[in-house]
């Protein structure tokens, strides 16, 4: 993993490079390339043991010219303003790629959840949702879930919010369980594009999905979904990993009983259906068709790059490739589809739930998973079409001109206030 990557130069970077294939003047690129505001706080907390302790706390608003603010919210040891101001501008152009009304931003808690009772993360989630609540609503921003967090999370946010504001507002935040105003398919719905967006691109590039070897870096919401569909398609889940190291089995593992084995012991390690284990960077240069990195951002920097042997990489994770890694795989003829793409499932199930709470009005499960499919098939095509159209050099490139075409329209079509 790159320590020297800082995440938001690396978004910039991206912009920089679909700009050259974009009629966009320096201003507009410039104004495009920095968040409109991040909020940094000091959240003093009460322990279970009476201490007082302080964590940082971001929430980057990146861009609102096609609608509220959207993105998640980490609990993160390696959380910092650098890699939240990028997350959210990464939000900007994922939701421009779908074509869903929002703009971007993201947060989170400098704090590794795993030191804390679950009172203090109670506490230590309501003191951050009190300092949100004058930036946040149902058509300003709307948080979701990321790493670490989930729906007992947005439910504290929500229920915050709402008591302070005196009001019901469930589209305030999504990721909410389901007698809270959650949508069907959420948990699903971020590996559901990554299946979606793998699916779509193995057609692309005729190649069969059927018996094809996936290995899956990192085994949480995103990875462990993402092979269990992979694998309801036929295809061969040989590697898969987490925080812990590898597991590997030339045949193919079981999707579910690896899940089930890390639930019991907490890690992929020790699975008993595997016939080896390995460190975690080096299931990212197993030779198989497709790889799918579905943990942290900066996983395969530069060097990693010249020795990975996938055919295929679908980004699970947000920004799991380096600039370098790009360019190098771009020059190794390794077909890398985009997080924006992959990882779009979360935001647009998280905008189905939005849309049925305005409407106060649930929708079954086929129906989002159905709508999910057409938002992400459509999608695929727009990017195919403009990677065709400009000879561009990847797909990364072609979704960030989509997407920041998207963005430039609106913000240009807005006019400007002084
Ligand atoms: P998660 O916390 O559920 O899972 C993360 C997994 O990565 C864990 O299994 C962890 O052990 C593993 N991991 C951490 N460091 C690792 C390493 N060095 N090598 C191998 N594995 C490692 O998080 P998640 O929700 O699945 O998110 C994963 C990625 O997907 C993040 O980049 C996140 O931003 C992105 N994402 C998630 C969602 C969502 O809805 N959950 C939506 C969009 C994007």
Redesign the pocket.
Known sequence: ?SEQANPFESLQEQIDDAAEYIDASDDVLERLKHPERVLETNLSVEMDDGSIEVFKAFRSQFNGDRGPYKG?I?YHPGVSRDEVKA?SGWMVYKTAVVDIPYGGGKGGIVIDPNEYSEAELERITRSFATELRPFIGEDRDIP?????TGQREMNWIKDTYETLENTTAPGVIT?KALDSGGSEGRVE??GRSTMLTAREAFDYLDKEMADATVAV???????WIAAKLLENLGAKIVAV????G?VYNVEGLHARDVKGHKNETGSVVGYAGADEEFG?DD?LTLDVDLLVP????N?IDGDLAREVQADVIVE?????LTPEADDVLTELGVHVFP?ILA?AG??TVSYFEWVQNRQRFHWSEDRVNDELEGVIVDAFEDLTSAYEEHDLPNFRTAAYVVSLQRVIDAYTESGNWP
Request: proline residues 5%; hydrophobic residues 40%; glycine residues 18%.
């Open positions: 993993m998640g980490r997350l979701a879930p990321d790493v670490n990721g719905a971020t870096q990192g085994y949480g919401n995103a990875g990993s987490d925080s812990s590898a975690n299931l579905a943990a942290l951002e996983a699970a994770a947000n920004g799991p997080d990882n979360g935001v």
